[in-house]
């Protein structure tokens, strides 16, 4: 069989659900592959795994693996099976945060670790500082939980709609005392979850090929996740090691994820991938990307795949 | 013996102050969550509540105190929590259940031990190094100082992906790190004991025209044993805390730092705190382990006083 | 005696300590032939610089200038012929060994078989009154018994030139007279060359066959006097008016060291 | 190639250990400049052949940057560095460190006055210095916010522990007989503190305070890690990481071990100062 | 004499050291009265109980059984009233303080004005010859030097009772004779009362009224000598018959404890 290690971008959750399922289900073994799944964590970049070697193929946000192109890693997005952002922030709604204009002199907390450009990019077209003062917002670098704002050292936080958000209803705040900005409604969504590789490798046809049957039968996971989400997280839940996920919380968060995937069949729409690169060439006067860049996708993969 | 009443005195001193802050530190959310749950709050609003310090929010709200005890995501765990997730996670589990705090408490002891020999090893072969050579003398110390003020959290994801580079993964690169953190006490310890002949030892085996071996196997490593011992207690639970972090970067997969990171992430305080104690009992039974065989060797080789 | 060859041969010696606030002169223009066979006792003040003579003998110390041979060698090529027995100013007993451990150690250093260590680590505890005390650690014994096992490990390997440095300064009259007396027995049986340092002038009287007076900083010797006392040598020859004529004299050179201060 | 950059490698260090061996064996080795220059040479040994391997292997900048690009990083981003190391050591490492500190003494003293509370707390001590900062410094910067406060409080706690131990072993330092001479002039309390135990503890107090410098810097730079402001080493450490600018990354750990060094030093010098009697300042080997 | 008051008295003292291999039987049934003005010397073997017969009086140590009376106090309180100057076997000088600061130390402790410390530190130190070296730290002086320093701070304070635990024992003997001398001329002046333990039988009977002979585990005490010499006592007393009379009767008590064993 045909090695391939792919590097998540988290821990397991059901955010990777449709590779654990290809995995369990033996999509991946029926196409000659025997795949490896690293997990992520918080002080992992894939990009990096993917340069050292590694990883053959890595899951990224476009934002962050456009800024590595730029850096001098050629990584290129083969495949994106999440056709919708899930990003969103998390206000308070007693706060009196109504719209984006009230942000100003408010405390809001982001990821960083090359999740920060969307929302830069998203405060730099609304024209709000993000060097704190009354006129501008104060940015906390977020943990990775909703900490923040449930003790209310934020007005509002990041999440995500299918896990973060999750955790604050699960802490007992009920949706009417909060108020969500999706970035998908802000029209500054960028891409998340893609699947990339080194430029370089896609020269050997062997390695094209065997991209190619990993893209179709991780997409053939997908598909079967979302089609059985309870099951899906039930696979998730098998390949956390650490034992502390939650049953609920994952099926909840397949639920949600399904609502992501499911509008593709893992090839890039170059409509959104050209409203990522604007989003990110609009950063203001920190732009993510300084100019537009060739030959950061490819479709030769999904083609060969999908047929 | 001597010491167990005035540990559990200690003991209980801490769980009193524990019990005591629980209440102010929680009452907050206890107040938010009480409130949705149709319970009477004073002041009745989120925000104004924030304006009030945990303490005078616990005295207007007298009726919630016992809550706080009992919240699921609380801020601060009661120790009586802490206490049932610790027995539910280390004696009602299977020890190979990935539920079991046992079973992570292996996968990151093993790493802590293999990355103490590594570093142990190396802190040892550095000691005698520096003892032995004027140039090693002058020259590694201040950068073995250094090495120790580089943060680790920033330095283990790039060990890791530099030994994924060239293959390695799975216990060594763990092991690396912790032994990263514990090489340096040792260094420092032995570099000391193996110093701590003094002049009269050493001129007796110069007497004897004693060959540098000699002067190593029956007086340097003999004279040192103490200090060998101190520094290894030092560098065992150093071992752990590296193991523990460097499960962060190898992808929270499995062992104490796995469950801290992942009850972080995933509001599940509990699940922090209990492996937060599991850690540092732990810590507690080794460096105990070693003290033991401290007080074993140095009995056997006549330096305490029976 | 005369025919004895010269062991020891100082000529012209000075050494001199750097130190921080600036040198100590330790020994000047020293002197001294020691021949094979002689038992020499150092007497002079405490920091005359005994104890550094005593290790410029054992190539512990080099001299700034002058020469010293030890049979025709360096101090230092002697040393490596393992000629020297040293006992030290302190017992420095190795904690970590049993008594019979410590005076083992310089037999196993030196590569004597299991059987022969056993035979003399038994021999030298005996002549030193520790028989029993073998498998005691130092700390289990007094500082007295201390001082006496450090004296049996010097004796154990059997060096031609014992070098000790107030071995006696801990022990009260009756013991230190006992020890005397063995002393001088085993120097009469084996003929070693024995460097001996002492605070006490009747202990120099009636051991010595040669006594040096020094006197201090510079430490210089002021008197080397040649006894005519027999090798045979009870303990009331200490009475005897000979006896009381020499420790006179090494009391003279020793108040004029002082009054040269 | 690989071989190439390997025996060059070698070759280099090679070089560096000739001259350090010389130098250190030398009869100069004694001379202050010579103390100087040796760790200078080790250290840009290192250098050399980080910068030889790295281009000889062609290693890419997103997983080792070679020392020139770090050091060309550095100076340009003065003005960063300089807010950042305001930010993580200043406000928060040394103000942990300071009050860790104090507290410790405080601790130490309270507890020295009794054995029973001496035997307490040095084994409870013990158990809550082995916890780890990977779970202590999330809980922190939940409790205390994202600020400086929590990388204070997590230094405090880190801090703490090494000195508290070394104190009350110092304090105990005393040879009977140092203590029978105070109790022969009838001395009480604060007097017998003040003229000898404090003086007596002073080797074992700073051995604390010494490894508590290298434990501020990290802790204060770790618990960033778990939320910040957008300004700080460890802040700047982790994004950096993140854009992939490696160079930043060991810019800023160049920082650290330059800090580290110095606060290490500093409290080295200020021990040679107060513990000027002691045997280990006295002698040099 | 015979009018002057008691100043210690012990009554059947018995002192038992409880160690893991059994009990230490170190003092036994000991009954000895110091009138004020005594200068009693301590004399027996090592480890026969001399510094802890000592230590017992200056109330470091408790006896297990047996009364012992220190101006009519109880040992401890005679502490606090900071009635002893205490010069111990080793010198135990503080190594942070220099010889001036550590003189001063007791000084501090009891309170005396700047002006008085100065003046003291000056004179002590004149009287064992250390003028000059009130600035150096303790371990830039010779050994000797450093017991000097240490009976120095004893004497600093003008106790009233002067305990001393072998204090010239590393001192070669040119010293111990002119420290000898100043001590007993100290003695004659002030009329301090002072307990002395040595292992040399000259210098017991040269400075003592008193001489306390001791015999090993348990130690007991075996003779008493009230000593006939004169208060006014030249060096060369110690060649007059008296003297040598004396010594021979201390000799023969020390030898007798040593045939026990
Ligand atoms: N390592 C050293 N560094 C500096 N000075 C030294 C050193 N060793 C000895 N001295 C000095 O050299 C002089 C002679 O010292 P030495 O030890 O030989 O005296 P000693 O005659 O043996 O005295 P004692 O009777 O006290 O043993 C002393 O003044 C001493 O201070
Ligand atoms: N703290 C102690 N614990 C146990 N045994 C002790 C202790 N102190 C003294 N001893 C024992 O008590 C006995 C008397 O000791 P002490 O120190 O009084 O002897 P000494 O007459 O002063 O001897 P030296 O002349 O060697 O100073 C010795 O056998 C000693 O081993
Ligand atoms: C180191 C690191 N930090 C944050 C993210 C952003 N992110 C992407 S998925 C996810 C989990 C959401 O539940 C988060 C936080 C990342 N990719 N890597
Ligand atoms: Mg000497
Ligand atoms: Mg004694």
Redesign the pocket.
């Known amino acids: 069989d045909d090695e391939v290690t792919l590097q998540l971008q988290w821990v397991t959750q059901a955010q990777f659900a449709g590779y654990y399922v290809a995995l369990d289900q033996g999509f991946y073994e029926e196409e000659g592959l025997d795949v490896t799944i690293l997990p992520g964590g918080p002080d992992i970049a894939p990009p990096q795994v993917l340069a050292g070697g590694g990883a053959d193929v890595m899951l990224n946000w476009m934002p962050s693996a456009l800024s590595a192109r730029e850096k001098g890693l050629p990584v290129v997005n083969i495949a994106q099976p999440f056709k919708t952002s899930g990003l969103m922030l998390t206000c308070w709604k007693d706060t009196g945060i109504e719209s984006v204009e009230d942000f100003r002199g408010k405390t809001i907390g982001v990821w960083f670790f090359g999740n920060e450009y969307p929302f830069l990019s998203w405060m730099s077209q609304a024209g709000i500082p993000t060097d704190g003062g009354e006129e501008g917002v104060t940015v906390l670098k977020q943990g990775f939980n909703v900490d923040p704002l449930l003790q209310r050292q934020a007005d509002c936080i990041s999440t995500m709609t299918y896990n973060e958000y999750g955790q604050v209803l699960d802490a007992g705040v009920s949706p009417d005392e909060l108020v969500t900005f999706l970035y998908e409604d802000q029209g500054v969504a960028t891409l998340e979850d893609g699947m990339y590789v080194l430029e370089d490798n896609l020269e050997d046809p062997a390695f094209v090929d065997k991209m190619t049957r990993f893209v179709r039968a991780s997409m053939k996971g997908w598909k079967w996740a979302e089609e059985n989400a309870e099951d899906a997280a039930g696979i998730v839940l098998d390949n956390d090691e650490t034992g502390a996920q939650t049953e609920a919380a994952q099926v909840r968060m397949m639920g949600e994820i399904a609502k992501l995937t499911a509008g593709s069949n893992g090839a890039l729409d170059p409509a959104d991938y050209q409203r990522t690169v604007d989003t990110l060439l609009a950063g203001g006067s920190d732009p993510v990307i300084s100019a537009a860049p060739e030959g950061a996708w490819t479709s030769v993969i999904t083609d060969a795949a999908l047929n | 013996m001597k010491s167990v009443l005035p540990v559990l005195t200690i003991v209980a001193a801490i769980l009193f102050v524990w019990v005591l802050a629980v209440i102010p530190m929680n009452m907050h959310l206890t107040a938010d969550q009480a409130q949705r749950d149709g319970l009477a709050v004073s002041p009745e609003t989120p925000a104004e509540r924030q304006d009030h310090s945990g303490l005078g929010l616990s005295l207007r709200n007298p009726s919630l105190l016992g809550l706080t005890f009992v919240q699921e995501r609380p801020r601060l765990p009661s120790p009586h929590q802490v206490a049932v997730e610790m027995w539910d996670t280390i004696v009602m589990k299977k020890i190979t259940s990935k539920r079991s705090l046992v079973y992570h408490g292996w996968v990151t002891l093993s790493a802590t031990l293999l990355g103490f020999a590594i570093g142990t090893g190396l802190g040892i072969l550095l000691a005698v190094g520096i003892v032995y050579n004027r140039a090693m003398d002058m020259s590694v110390m201040p950068w073995a100082i250094a090495s120790q003020t580089i943060p680790i959290l920033a330095l283990a994801p790039m060990i890791i992906v530099m030994l994924g580079a060239i293959g390695i993964q799975g216990l060594l690169p763990k092991a690396i790190i912790s032994a990263y953190l514990s090489f340096f006490p040792v260094v420092v310890g032995m570099v000391k004991g193996l110093r701590s002949p003094d002049g009269m030892q050493l001129d007796l085996l110069r007497t004897y025209h004693a060959s540098p071996a000699q002067g190593f196997w029956k007086l340097r490593l003999p004279a040192s044993v103490p200090y060998l011992f101190a520094s290894l207690k030092i560098g065992i639970s150093a071992s752990l805390v590296g193991a523990i972090v460097a499960e962060l970067p190898t992808g929270a997969r499995a062992g104490f730092g796995a469950r801290m990171l992942v009850g972080d992430q995933y509001g599940q305080p509990l699940v922090t705190w209990a492996a937060l104690f599991a850690a540092a009992i732990t810590a507690a039974a080794l460096v105990g382990l070693f003290s033991l065989l401290e007080r074993l060797t140095l009995r056997r080789m006549g330096m305490v006083r029976a | 005696m005369l025919s004895q060859p010269t062991i020891i041969n100082a000529q012209g010696l000075n050494l001199t300590f750097e130190t921080n606030d600036g040198p100590v002169h330790a020994l000047k223009g020293v002197n001294l032939e020691i021949k094979k066979g002689d038992f020499v006792s150092f007497i002079g003040p405490s920091g005359c610089g005994k104890t550094t003579f005593l290790r410029c003998i054992a190539g512990l110390e080099t001299p700034t200038s002058g020469a010293i041979t030890v049979n025709g060698m360096t101090p230092d090529e002697a040393r490596r012929a393992r000629a020297y027995g040293y006992v030290f100013q302190a017992a420095g007993l190795y904690p970590w060994r049993t008594i019979g451990g410590n005076i083992k150690l310089p037999l196993e250093i030196m590569g004597f078989s299991k059987s022969e260590q056993a035979e003399r680590v038994g021999r030298v505890l005996e002549l030193v009154d520790l028989a029993g005390f073998e498998k005691k650690f130092p700390w289990q014994l007094?500082?007295?018994m201390q001082q006496r096992a450090s004296i049996a490990r010097a004796l154990a390997f059997d060096a031609d030139i014992l070098l000790m440095d107030e071995p006696f300064g801990?022990l009260?009259e009756i013991v230190r007279d006992h020890l005397n007396e063995q002393l001088l027995k085993l120097w009469a049986r084996t003929e070693k060359t024995i460097g001996f340092v002492t605070h006490s002038i009747p202990e120099a009287v009636y051991l010595s066959t040669k006594i040096v007076v020094m006197s201090p900083r510079p430490g210089r010797i002021t008197d080397v006097i040649e006894s005519p006392l027999p090798k045979e040598r009870p303990l009331d020859i200490r009475d005897s008016a000979e006896f009381i004529e020499i420790a006179h004299r090494v009391r003279d050179g020793l108040r004029a060291g002082h009054d040269d201060v | 190639m690989t071989w190439v950059a390997i025996i060059g490698a070698l070759a280099i260090w090679a070089v560096g250990w000739f001259i350090n061996t010389r130098l250190a064996n030398g009869p100069k080795s004694d001379a202050r400049l010579v103390g100087l220059l040796v760790p200078i040479i080790f250290g840009l040994t290192l250098l050399l052949m980080w910068e030889w391997l790295v281009r000889m292997l062609e290693v890419n900048a997103v997983i080792l940057p070679p020392p020139s690009a770090i050091g060309v990083r550095f100076v340009s981003e003065l003005p960063r560095l300089w807010a950042d190391f305001e930010q993580t050591i200043i406000k928060g490492a040394m103000t942990g460190y300071f009050f860790g500190a104090v507290a410790a003494f405080a601790v130490a003293i309270l507890a020295d006055r009794s054995d029973f509370l001496t035997r307490g707390i040095l084994p409870v001590g013990g158990f809550m210095a082995a916890l780890p900062i990977v779970g202590t410094a999330p809980i922190f910067v939940k409790w205390l916010g994202s600020g400086w406060e929590s990388k204070a409080a997590v230094v405090g706690v880190m801090v703490f522990f090494p000195i508290l131990v070394n104190t009350v072993a110092g304090l105990r330092d005393t040879t009977a007989m140092q203590r029978d001479l105070m109790r022969t002039y009838g001395a009480g309390y604060w007097p017998s503190l003040f003229k000898l135990r404090l003086p007596a503890a002073m080797p074992f107090i700073f051995n604390g305070l010494k490894i508590a410098t290298t434990l501020a810097l990290i802790g204060a730079i770790v618990a960033e890690f778990f939320g910040s402001p957008t300004v700080g080493m460890g802040f700047r450490i982790s994004t950096s990481v993140g854009q992939l600018a490696l160079d930043m990354v060991w810019a800023e750990i160049v920082v650290a071990a330059i800090a580290g060094s110095t606060l290490y030093g500093l409290m080295a010098w200020i021990e040679g100062r107060v513990t000027f009697w002691h045997p280990s300042q006295r002698k040099q080997l």
Do not use: E, L
Request: cysteine-free; glycine content about 40%; hydrophobic content about 20%.
């Open positions: 007094s500082g007295g801990a009260d």
